[in-house]
């Protein structure tokens, strides 16, 4: 794949910083810059136009990409026109040196979590104002977020060890402590009712679920009957309310509570392979499930029948040997989004994806 631009036009646009009387609560400093993009047949690059290093990516209802920028210390925007031209958007963070590391959006609101700042934040997409919330327990480290259909905002705290809740209208935070210790919580996704968030508990080598109705924790090893667990990473949860994890070993597993073994494992890349961004769309008796590999550059995609057979799998490089690949989202024209962590930028990776006759891997095993 190559890097070089024919032509790359850079326009910078700094919007000004307002502040805002209430405490906490700011304009960020919006930085816009729209530019050409690399093409390649099938992926396209958007260089971020500074040091943002992009790990965790989100979709607004008008099809905006928002993704957390740990590197400028700054909630990025995307707004896509072309596959000639773009526009970046940068929101500064209050907050210096706060580490932004995932976040989810709502028809009005990104909100996000700031690893190293305590925090949780809420970016409100009309004006671009950022409020931020400091957790109750300190140093807790908080990774992963979602937004039930109440509104209510779920996290958790990779060094706290703990489930937190926020409720937007009181501004109050509620913790659940997760009873296994050192458990290192990293990603967490709720049920299409809300009822039920599951998460990853990657310390401990499980996956759990808390029940919202009795405030109970259920978890379970990440394995196969019989044999050691694996370290999950990020989960989807399908409509039945059942999660699919990815691990560093290079398995997706469905977790099926009603058999003996309670998971059923696809090997989806070799061993060595950690997986990480985890995307799920079911429809059409199918489950479609795409993935990115936080050490190799690669990403693919695999699909099961309704009753977990395999249809087709495969996995690609979208870029440089060895980038980090975290986030990925699919847009409404189906194309597929992948924050490029090491690469410092975002890929556009267009159907029909591939050529078949090229693909470099393919595993039957599972």
């Known amino acids: ?9 850079l326009s910078v646009t700094m919007l000004a910083l307002a502040c805002m009387s209430i405490q906490l609560r700011y304009m960020s400093t919006a930085a816009t810059v729209t530019a050409a993009a690399t093409s390649s047949p099938f992926i396209t690059e958007y260089p971020l136009p500074n040091t943002g290093a992009p790990r965790y990516l989100v979709q607004d209802t008008n099809g905006h990409l928002w993704f957390t920028a740990p590197g400028t210390n700054a909630i990025g925007r995307l707004v896509y026109t072309s596959t000639v031209d773009y526009a970046y958007t940068f929101y500064n963070i209050p907050t210096p040196n706060s580490e932004p590391y995932d976040l989810a959006a709502t028809n009005t609101t990104i909100w996000f979590t700031e690893l190293a700042g305590n925090k949780i934040g809420k970016l409100t997409i009309a004006t671009g ?42 501004q109050s935070f509620t913790e659940y402590a997760y009873p296994r210790a050192d458990a290192l919580l990293e990603d967490i996704a709720a049920t299409q009712s ?20 009795n405030a109970q924790f259920y978890d379970v090893p990440t394995a196969s009957y019989g044999l050691p667990p694996y370290t999950p990473s990020q989960l989807a ?24 073994q309670l998971f059923r494992w696809y090997q989806v890349a070799p061993t060595e392979t950690a997986l990480n961004g985890l995307l799920l769309k079911v429809g059409g008796g199918k489950n479609e499930l795409w993935f990115t590999e936080s050490n190799t550059g690669f990403a693919g995609q695999f699909m099961t029948n309704s009753g977990g057979s395999t249809i087709s799998k495969w996995r690609l490089p979208i870029t440089q040997s060895n980038n980090q690949l ?29 050529y078949s006759a090229y693909l470099p891997y393919i595993t039957n095993k599972e």
């Open 1 to 9: 794949m190559s890097n070089k631009h024919n032509s790359l036009l």
């Open 129 to 170: 104002v950022i409020e931020e919330f400091t957790l109750p327990t300190a140093a807790s480290a908080p990774t992963g977020i979602t937004v039930l259909p109440d509104g209510t905002v779920w996290f958790v705290q990779r060094a706290g060890n703990k489930l937190g809740a926020f409720n937007p209208v009181t």
């Open 194 to 213: 809300g009822g039920r968030v599951w998460f990853t508990a990657p310390g401990v080598q499980r996956i759990g679920s808390f029940t919202l109705s």
């Open 237 to 260: 949860v399908d409509p039945a309310g059942d999660p699919w994890v990815s691990t560093t070993t290079g398995l997706i597993g469905r977790f099926m509570p009603s058999t003996v």
């Open 326 to 354: 975290y986030g990925i989202v699919i847009a409404a024209d189906s194309a597929t989004w992948v924050a490029d962590h090491t690469g410092n930028k975002l890929l556009r990776w267009s159907p029909p994806y591939f």
